[in-house]
């Protein structure tokens, strides 16, 4: 099984900066991929950026410009650098990784236990 442990939330002004990370831990064959979502209250849950193979990144057109994510392999942790906050980026956020626990079982998706975010007009 594979664990994940987010922190960095909090509250903060308009035009402030918060950062997130995302720690995964037990049993790890290979991460395919380490992600952030968000979810504000009666909306559904959307993809904020991606982090996959190779590099490769992608953004919401929303935060595009103004969240950073990267990710360190060493330490099988994803960070989320968010600068220029709105109040429109308040959201629960959620780390997902897509792992493999093993040589034998197949990829599968794994979420963190969700971290609030506030930004205060």
């Known amino acids: 099984q594979v664990q994940l442990v987010e922190s960095g939330g909090g509250m903060v002004q308009a035009g402030g900066s918060l950062r997130l990370s995302c720690a995964a831990s037990g049993s790890i064959f290979v991460i395919d991929a380490m992600s952030w979502y968000r979810q504000a209250p009666g909306k559904e849950r959307e993809l904020v950026a991606a982090?996959?193979?190779?590099?490769?990144?992608n953004y919401a057109d929303s935060v595009k410009g103004r969240f950073t994510i990267s990710r360190d392999k060493t330490k099988n942790t994803v960070y989320l650098q968010m600068n220029s906050l709105k109040p429109e980026d308040t959201a629960i956020y959620y780390c997902n990784v897509e792992a493999r626990p093993s040589y034998y079982i197949s990829t599968s998706n794994y979420w963190g236990q969700g971290t609030q975010v506030t930004v205060s007009s």
């Open positions: 982090n996959r193979s190779g590099g490769r990144t």
